[in-house]
């Protein structure tokens, strides 16, 4: 975040895009930038007008949270704040997609008296008369009858030109498609680094891509990341969460040799193809992804009310009664239904802005929700130290890229491409998750992803224990810590039944069941009751 001020006003900006040039220039550059070049939110008072107004970008890739009360309007980047200046009472639904999902619905948050920010949002706030205004774009949407092969070639020089002028970054690196995509033009990064299972393919490829860049890699295994609950209080009170621990060792790991931004391939699902219909989980997920990849059209002709029909419940998708970790008065009934209504309206309003067809609506949200409000936060462990690049939410990049169907894009169609032309030799490593070269044909990478995953069921049932070697996030060591319950007794909002929690904990470690899901749950559950309870975690 940077800030100029002076007798005019002043001005904010959160984002990632000010690294390599003074403060007060690039203030001055974005003033006059709308949403289709902003990239991250932007804050403005001006003194002559008594107005204050806050610009989101294309993806809202940089959310803020707000409170009008009291003939005032707060606003912060972190929703712990407002609970020291205003009134606040608890939203049980947000709560739960809080914990579901690492993420809130729409402008909704964890307090009813607070909102939050959304994509391609203008708010602007009146001194002179106590007033709220809130505008929304609406250019989120697809051409189907888009030129295919000339947006490739803009896609691929749009974002070569952002790689061009990015920061230098130290590159978190792993065996996938991201990665590849920034390496095809890697002049700026200047260190990598990866974590992980040692014993992991994803490790053992990542290492062969970093050996190609020539730069110094550093590596942060899994067992030396502090856990529990004396790592998880420091990264709430630097950062305001504790979702990503391993993320954010790595970080301090890196800031003793580096001070640039951490950069990943990351905010990058609308590039990937990653968040259409065959993305959701559930019964008939596999035939979502054949009909995607071979047969788009039985997707693409499903009008926009019929895909909010199929959409809201399998986004709502959740706990089917009352979770172990609620107490017995939550009416767990009445909150699944009010998730499922707010989803459903999420998904009416995109259509509203402009969005059309399951596929993208499916991704608008997904991009909206899971990605913006969680998973970046694995990039974002580093705010505190260095800072971090996103490359891939260039709002003219993503214009380019949402202009394409669905269909042109999943499953790293776009990826391959940009690879193959500019960096091919990337395609001779194998894919950890698909166990087969780069360069093989998608159908032939999936067909080896769905031999891998049954082939480590197979391995599960038989053994008892999980696949070493096979997949890379193998915290299963931590059954055999205390951090979960550490994590469990810093709970103290009255919706936990914390021992109900200790019971359920100590029965799954004994089982040795899969760790990484309950440590992204308790991490969420620690994070949404910090939110709450900020002045209880000192």
């Known amino acids: 975040m940077i800030i100029n001020a002076d007798d005019s006003g002043f001005i904010v900006y959160q984002g990632d895009r000010h690294f390599g040039a003074p403060p007060s220039t690039y203030l001055t550059d974005i003033r006059s930038c709308d949403a289709d070049t902003l990239v991250g939110t932007r804050?403005?008072?001006?003194?002559?007008?008594?107005?204050?107004?806050?610009q989101c970008d294309f993806l809202g890739t940089e959310p803020v949270y707000y409170c009008h009360q009291n003939q005032s309007l707060w606003v912060t980047d972190r929703i712990e704040n407002l609970t020291r200046v205003v009134s606040c009472t608890k939203n049980p639904v947000q709560i739960y997609t809080s914990v579901m999902n690492g993420a809130t619905i729409a402008d909704n948050t964890i307090f009813n008296e607070v909102k939050q920010t959304r994509p391609l949002q203008k708010?602007?706030?009146?001194?002179?008369?106590?007033?709220?205004?809130?505008?929304h774009g609406n250019s989120w949407s697809s051409d189907p009858d888009a030129d295919v092969a000339q947006l490739y070639r803009q896609i691929d020089d749009r974002l070569f030109a952002v790689?061009?002028?990015?920061?230098?970054?130290?590159?978190?690196?792993?065996?996938?498609?991201?990665?590849?995509v920034l390496m095809a033009d890697s002049a700026r990064i200047k260190q990598t680094y990866t974590h992980g299972d040692l014993t992991s393919r994803e490790i053992k490829i990542a290492f062969k891509l970093g050996s190609s860049l020539q730069v110094p890699m550093q590596l942060a295994t899994l067992e030396e990341t502090p856990y529990g609950a004396k790592n998880a209080l420091e990264m709430l009170h630097n950062n305001g969460q504790?979702?990503?621990?391993?993320?954010?060792?790595?970080?301090?790991?890196?800031?003793?040799?580096?001070?640039?931004?951490?950069?990943?391939?990351?905010?990058?699902?609308?590039?990937?193809?990653?968040?259409?219909?065959?993305?959701?989980?559930?019964?008939?997920?596999?035939?979502?992804?054949?009909h995607s990849m071979v047969l788009p059209d039985k997707f693409d002709n499903i009008d926009n009310n019929?895909?909010?029909?199929?959409?809201?419940?399998?986004?709502?998708?959740?706990?089917?009664?009352l979770p172990w970790f609620f107490n017995e008065d939550v009416n767990f009934s009445d909150l699944t239904n009010d998730f499922t209504d707010d989803v459903r309206h999420s998904l009416s309003e995109y259509v509203g802005f402009g969005t059309s067809g399951i596929q993208e609506?499916?991704?608008?949200?997904?991009?909206?929700h899971s990605l913006r409000q969680y998973f970046s936060m694995q990039t974002k462990s580093a705010a505190n130290l260095f800072g971090y690049h996103h490359p891939f939410t260039d709002s003219k990049l993503a214009q380019l890229v949402l202009t394409l169907k669905y269909r042109h894009r999943i499953n790293y169609k776009l990826s391959r491409h940009v690879v193959k032309s500019r960096a091919p030799e990337l395609l001779e490593l194998p894919l950890a998750?698909?166990?087969v070269k780069a360069s093989s044909p998608i159908i032939m990478q999936e067909a080896s992803r769905a031999v891998r995953?049954?082939?480590?069921?197979?391995?599960?049932?038989?053994?008892?224990?999980?696949?070493?070697?096979l997949g890379w996030n193998n915290f299963q060591f931590l059954n055999r810590t205390s951090a979960f319950h550490e994590y469990a007794d810093m709970l103290v909002d009255d919706i936990w039944d914390k021992p109900k929690i200790h019971r359920f904990l100590e029965n799954y470690s004994k089982c040795n069941a899969e760790a990484y899901s309950i440590l992204i749950l308790l991490t969420k559950m620690v994070t949404t009751d910090f939110r709450l309870h900020p002045q209880q975690y000192q």
């Open 43 to 54: 804050i403005v008072y001006s003194a002559e007008s008594g107005k204050l107004t806050i």
């Open 123 to 135: 708010i602007t706030f009146d001194c002179a008369n106590n007033r709220i205004s809130v505008d």
């Open 163 to 180: 790689l061009q002028a990015s920061p230098h970054t130290n590159l978190m690196l792993s065996a996938g498609w991201d990665s590849r």
């Open 242 to 290: 504790c979702y990503f621990p391993h993320w954010y060792h790595a970080a301090q790991k890196l800031a003793r040799v580096s001070s640039l931004p951490l950069s990943a391939g990351l905010m990058v699902e609308h590039f990937s193809g990653h968040y259409g219909v065959n993305s959701l989980p559930g019964e008939g997920r596999l035939m979502r992804l054949f």
């Open 306 to 321: 019929s895909a909010i029909d199929f959409l809201a419940p399998r986004l709502a998708d959740g706990f089917k009664s």
């Open 361 to 368: 609506l499916s991704e608008r949200f997904k991009i909206e």
């Open 433 to 435: 998750a698909t166990l």
């Open 453 to 469: 995953v049954t082939g480590e069921l197979m391995y599960s049932k038989l053994t008892g224990k999980l696949p070493k070697g």
